[in-house]
């Protein structure tokens, strides 16, 4: 790693750094390993869910048709959650949003939460990957069902077959990862969560990197972006 992203991880976050991009761009991916280097959470939507579902809530089992069919939670709910988790402690040194905000009310009313919290100005970085590629990554994509940790045939697999390498779970495939869903989720990005990627553009707070790349290559151009930030 270069010197200046060495420097950047030794200092606190200090905002929310939001992942944009198509299900299957490396959102998950990407926010995970950056959350772990600068030591702050890594808040996924679609994570929180998995877990209601996965621990039967009422939430869960409200979430579950919805998720399984591609479409969006209601924003209402997916608010109420985000709303406190990013009140608790352990986000006052900036937080990894990864799957939220994924319609323009949530934008919106994000922007309001943060105006309320200590924290430098958001940054939204959005992971290009055509629809294509989206397809066949997200069919190579297996998760952890305990903690979510995210594999893919051919680039990174757990050592023992089916069994994560970070907690011992098991290594699935998502319901949603089916190909009749995965057109579906693209749909619902491309409709409802792209506007979102305008409303940073115009406000000046949107980068773009090609995500199309390997995981590696992805990671390194992130990290040096936030250095540059953090230099600024
Ligand atoms: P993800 O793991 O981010 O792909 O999310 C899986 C599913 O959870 C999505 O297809 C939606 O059904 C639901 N979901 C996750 N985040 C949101 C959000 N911010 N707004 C609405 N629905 C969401």
Same mark, same amino acid.
């Given at each position: 790693? =270069? ?6 991880? =030794? ?9 944009? $991009?198509? *299900? ?24 929180? /869910?998995?877990?209601? &579902?996965?621990? $039967? ?7 579950? %048709? ?11 709910? &997916? @608010? ?7 009140? !608790? ?5 900036? /937080? &990894?949003?990864?799957? /939220? *905000? ?6 919106? +009313? ?11 100005? =958001?940054?939204?970085?959005? @992971? ?45 495939? +998502? %319901?949603?990862?089916?190909?009749? &869903?995965? +057109? ?14 305008? /409303?940073?553009? !115009? ?9 199309? +790349? ?12 936030? =250095? ?5």
């Amino acid at each position: 790693m =270069a010197d200046p992203q060495r420097r950047a991880l =030794a200092q606190p976050l200090l905002r929310a750094l939001i992942l944009l $991009g198509a *299900p299957g761009a490396g959102k998950g991916t990407q926010a995970r390993e950056v959350a772990r280097l600068y030591d702050v959470p890594h808040l996924s939507t679609g994570d929180m /869910f998995r877990e209601h &579902v996965a621990k $039967g809530t009422e939430l869960g089992r409200r979430a579950k %048709p919805i998720m399984e069919s591609g479409k969006l939670v209601p924003d209402e709910i &997916v @608010l109420a959650m985000v709303e406190e988790r990013v009140a !608790r402690k352990d986000c006052a040194a900036g /937080f &990894v949003l990864d799957g /939220f *905000p994924r319609t323009l009310p949530q934008a919106e +009313r994000l922007e309001e939460i943060l105006a309320c919290l200590p924290l430098r100005r =958001a940054l939204a970085v959005n @992971l290009l990957v055509d629809d294509e590629a989206v397809v066949r990554r997200i069919a190579a994509r297996r998760i952890c069902n305990s903690c979510g940790a995210i594999y893919s045939a051919g680039e990174k697999m757990p050592r023992v077959e089916g069994k994560c390498d970070v907690c011992g779970g098991q290594v699935v495939q +998502r %319901p949603d990862d089916r190909e009749d &869903v995965v +057109r579906q989720r693209l749909a619902t990005y491309h409709e409802q969560t792209r506007p979102v990627t305008e /409303f940073y553009r !115009r406000r000046g707070q949107l980068l773009e990197l090609d995500g199309s +790349r390997d995981i590696a290559s992805v990671q390194h151009e992130l990290l040096a972006l936030l =250095a540059r930030l953090h230099e600024q």
